[in-house]
């Protein structure tokens, strides 16, 4: 039995060794895929860990073998997130089941929420709930919290979100499996004792001097390591993105800006003006921030901006899916040989013989992807060596 998990592990943690431990306890030969978000997370930050580097330390926690969600869907709103991990999940073609954790565990009641979705009188609530100004995750809460009697604080945790998300594009020859989320919440920012949260696990490495024995009791000791050597090196700092963004502005146009994606309703005069008075990165997305548009889908939006994505390219290239290769063990190698038998998707172990000319949309999509990582490597205090998509390969752990 194959099993599919969608992660970002930002960084891998005890509440992810936790959900791997519950998938073999209940089934003992599971071999189990993570496909997992690269450079950016879905919020729109840089992860704190490379991709490489959180791929390995996925393995090496349970994990079989970790494959990379494409920036096009990994940097995305919850519904556009699940849909691209699902669907490679899906097209690999040797997943049985999905494992994803809640905070909410009626299996039941969350199927019954994605149903609705696809009903027209959903929608046509959710146009008259959007028309008053409120974001879409405020008004599909509302109308759920309605239609399936359940209180909307369970609706408003992000994993349940997510779950809801999941059963909506799940196809009927996968079948769901829930574990319910334990320990602190998703945005909880205050270490506990064994299960954190991973915001609060980042936010402590973030500290001048981090407490590494009271984060110790949330990661195992090779993810504390890479933490420890990564703080000493100097981590990623997402205010760095300030200044590539006010010269892309400096040298663009509100005509050009208005054709990146999710780049609606006034928000490129909103950018331009913006941008006058912001004195840092943490500013001109507060600018940004309002009822509608909150913080995670403006910093989205910052990195579509950056990488020159726009709404035609992104309907070009969003499902033109590949098998990205991050990491893998002996039992990852042999579901690898399956996928090769089974799968529609080209397989990526090596980036260069698969940009020689860039012409599939697959390969476009492929392309976003390198630029990203090349991104997140400016984003220190000291630049990394560009092209990592290039030099490094995927960690095999034998």
């Avoid at 042999?334 to 013989?353: D, E, G």
Wanted: charged share 25%; glycine share 4%; hydrophobic share 40%.
């Amino acid at each position: 039995m194959v099993a599919g998990i969608i992660a970002e592990y930002n960084p891998f943690h005890s509440g992810h060794e936790f959900q791997i431990s519950e998938v073999k306890k209940f089934f003992p030969d599971a071999e189990i895929i993570a496909v997992m978000s690269g450079s950016f997370t879905q919020r729109g930050t840089p992860a704190i860990l490379d991709k490489w580097t959180r791929a390995r330390l996925a393995v090496e926690g349970g994990c079989d073998l970790i494959l990379e969600l494409p920036f096009t869907s990994a940097v995305r709103s919850a519904q556009d997130f699940a849909r691209g991990g699902v669907r490679i999940l899906k097209n690999l073609k040797v997943v049985d089941k999905i494992i994803f954790g809640a905070e909410f565990s009626d299996l039941k009641k969350l199927l019954s929420a994605a149903k609705i979705f696809d009903e027209k009188i959903f929608h046509n609530e959710l146009k008259k709930k959007l028309s008053t100004g409120i974001s879409y995750a405020a008004a599909v809460t509302k109308i759920l919290s309605e239609k399936i009697n359940l209180d909307e604080k369970i609706l408003r945790q992000p994993n349940t979100i997510l779950a809801i998300e999941y059963l909506r594009t799940l196809p009927e020859n996968i079948e769901p499996i829930l574990i319910q989320r334990v320990g602190a919440g998703y945005n909880d920012l205050t270490l506990q004792k064994n299960f954190s949260s991973a915001s609060a696990i980042r936010r402590a490495v973030y500290e001048k001097n981090p407490d590494w024995e009271k984060i110790s009791a949330s990661v195992n000791k090779k993810v504390l390591d890479a933490l420890i050597q990564e703080k000493n090196f100097g981590l990623v700092r997402e205010n760095f993105l300030f200044r590539p963004i006010l010269s892309k502005i400096f040298t663009s146009n509100i005509d050009d800006a208005k054709k990146i994606f999710g780049m609606s309703e006034g928000l490129e005069n909103l950018l331009f003006e913006s941008a006058k008075s912001a004195k840092n990165f943490p500013e001109l997305v507060n600018f940004m921030t309002s009822r509608r548009y909150q913080t995670s889908r403006i910093k989205r939006l910052l990195l579509y901006f950056l990488l020159n994505l726009t709404q035609e390219k992104i309907s070009e290239i969003e499902t033109a899916d590949f098998v990205r290769v991050l990491a893998f063990n002996e039992r990852g190698r042999k579901i690898l040989k399956k996928i090769r038998q089974n799968s529609p998707l080209p397989i990526v172990n090596k980036v260069s013989s698969h940009l020689k000319k860039v012409s599939a949309p697959y390969q476009k999509n492929l392309s976003v992807d390198i630029i990203a990582t090349n991104l997140r490597g400016i984003l220190f205090d000291v630049p990394k060596i560009p092209n990592q998509d290039f030099l490094t390969s995927p960690q095999i752990l034998f």
